[in-house]
């Protein structure tokens, strides 16, 4: 491989190393420590109150922000260094284009319900399985993975997760063996393409790296751990897959057939043409000045709702609200974190410990955001690590010639994201779907599940970090 300067431009420092080291948040003394200190706690509050049910993690997330911005007005007011985040600040840490997505998407999902596509839908990949449960759930996994890779992964989520509810339904089994593996391997299936997660898009978009470029470095890892979530998955759940019949019973499958006849026909292809149309404005949104993800969601919502003229009562009813607002008051929980330094002090530490070292460098920086992104939702903490990835970048050779402390980001972060369901967008957005169909996914539930196949993942990247580059 040639300089990382000539692969990717943008590399080419502006501002001297030592510039950029020092411009991270590393001074020791109480004037400095206590904003990111009460930053922090509130946040590890929030985070205990939704782990151990406390609080419904919503309402937990809204406290926290009130909390902060509380905190900022009040006590902030007789000390200016305690003023963590003011409301305006907090606005621009809330990520609007994640809200209107999530939001356009859901618009999307409640009129197509009033279809009865998903009952239909579930009936016929049913059939088309010939009742095996494990054969499903290949099927479902492989095409979350490419959906993932190719589109944002949260409309991924979006669309298959109330179809997957279907099918376990229509099948007689718990939703939870198949909605979980789909969230995993969404995060995994996103770290293959340049637009397919966040962090990999925040990191590809600082280094200025290609489409194609992306995937020839991040591709091969990506499909690796595709199939060791498929081994992992199937060594975690062999009981729930030996003993899952997955037959229909004649008398239930004839009322599963009565129940599943498409409705509104003249709604469904309304709403499929506006979805073609809004998925292929997606693959070239970039085209557009880089169209945000979020406008095009929320044009097609609006475009659909002008045509098809829904009930909006009814239709709004479906929009899960409290997913909305947790998004919110999470953003702004951690959008604190970051502002304090707290978020870039953790990972200015690992300039620190990895001295000249390029492997050292990777390992600490994949591992380091593996576990903050388990517990940070990565999208601040991959902004926050950043400066450091640009430090070790310019100062070590070997790092210099490779880029693999920005790779090791991408993949600790995308890959981190499965061990919680606070970890990534897709996670919290399905946790809230399954709430929808009555099912809630407990935070000690997501663990059990995800942590091992986290693991397993980050340990298959390390090698293969150290091995290509």
């Known amino acids: 491989m040639g300089n990382l300067t000539f692969l990717f431009p943008s590399l080419a420092p502006s501002v001297p190393a030592v510039q950029v080291l020092s411009s991270l948040p590393t001074q020791t003394s109480e004037v400095h420590v206590l904003p990111a200190l009460v930053s922090s706690t509130i946040f590890l509050l929030v985070f205990l109150a939704i782990s151990f049910h406390f609080l419904h993690e919503t309402s937990a997330a809204l406290l926290g922000a009130t909390a902060t911005l509380l905190i900022s007005y009040i006590w902030g007011t007789?000390?200016?260094?305690?003023?963590?985040?003011?409301?305006?600040?907090?606005?621009?840490?809330?990520?609007?284009?994640?809200?209107?997505?999530?939001?356009?998407?859901?618009?999307?999902?409640?009129?197509?319900?009033?279809?009865?596509?998903?009952?239909?839908?579930?009936?016929?990949?049913?059939?088309?399985?010939?009742?095996?449960?494990?054969?499903?759930?290949?099927?479902?996994?492989?095409?979350?993975?490419?959906?993932?890779?190719?589109?944002n992964d949260v409309t991924v989520i979006l669309l298959l997760v109330p179809l997957s509810i279907q099918i376990a339904l229509a099948m007689d089994i718990h939703p939870?063996?198949?909605?979980?593996?789909e969230v995993l391997i969404s995060n995994i299936g996103g770290a293959a393409t340049l637009i397919g997660n966040p962090p990999s898009t925040?990191?590809?978009?600082?280094?200025?790296?290609?489409?194609?470029?992306?995937?020839?470095?991040?591709?091969?890892?990506?499909?690796?751990?595709?199939?060791?979530?498929?081994?992992?998955?199937r060594i975690q759940y062999r009981k729930d897959l030996d003993k899952a019949k997955g037959e229909i019973q004649p008398s239930l499958l004839e009322r599963l057939e009565?129940?599943?006849?498409?409705?509104?026909?003249?709604?469904?292809?309304?709403?499929?043409?506006?979805?073609?149309?809004?998925?292929?404005?997606?693959?070239?949104?970039?085209?557009?000045?880089?169209?945000?993800p979020g406008v095009v969601a929320l044009s097609g919502a609006a475009l659909l709702i002008a045509w098809v003229r829904p009930e909006m009562h009814s239709m709004l009813r479906e929009v899960d609200w409290t997913t909305l607002l947790f998004f919110i008051g999470l953003f702004i929980v951690v959008g604190a974190m970051?502002?304090?330094?707290?978020?870039?002090?953790?990972?200015?530490?690992?300039?620190?410990?990895?001295?000249?070292?390029?492997?050292?460098?990777?390992?600490?920086?994949?591992?380091?955001?593996?576990?903050?992104?388990?517990?940070?939702?990565?999208?601040?903490?991959?902004?926050?690590a950043l400066p450091v990835a640009d430090f070790l970048t310019q100062t070590i050779p070997a790092a210099t010639d490779s880029g693999i402390v920005y790779w090791a980001l991408i993949l600790g972060a995308d890959l981190g994201g499965n061990a919680t369901y606070l970890g990534s967008a897709p996670n919290i957005v399905a946790v809230g779907l399954l709430a929808q169909a009555g099912y809630r996914l407990s935070f000690g539930r997501f663990v059990r599940d995800g942590v091992p196949v986290t693991i397993v993942t980050l340990l298959l990247a390390s090698l293969y970090l150290i091995l290509r580059y």
């Open 176 to 181: 939870f063996l198949f909605v979980i593996p």
């Open 258 to 292: 009565s129940e599943s006849t498409l409705r509104n026909l003249a709604t469904l292809r309304k709403a499929l043409v506006i979805l073609f149309f809004t998925f292929l404005l997606f693959s070239i949104a970039d085209i557009f000045s880089n169209l945000p």
């Open 78 to 151: 007789f000390d200016p260094k305690m003023q963590l985040l003011s409301f305006e600040e907090a606005m621009l840490f809330v990520d609007w284009n994640v809200i209107f997505l999530i939001m356009g998407m859901m618009i999307f999902v409640a009129i197509l319900a009033e279809t009865n596509i998903f009952r239909w839908a579930a009936l016929k990949l049913y059939r088309a399985s010939k009742g095996s449960v494990w054969r499903m759930l290949i099927s479902l996994l492989i095409l979350t993975a490419i959906t993932s890779a190719l589109l």
């Open 202 to 233: 925040i990191v590809g978009s600082h280094i200025g790296v290609g489409f194609l470029n992306y995937m020839f470095h991040m591709g091969p890892i990506a499909a690796l751990c595709i199939l060791a979530l498929l081994v992992v998955i």
């Open 338 to 384: 970051d502002a304090t330094g707290a978020i870039a002090w953790l990972a200015s530490r690992i300039a620190v410990f990895a001295g000249e070292s390029a492997d050292l460098a990777a390992m600490l920086t994949i591992w380091i955001s593996g576990l903050a992104s388990a517990i940070v939702a990565n999208i601040p903490f991959t902004v926050a």
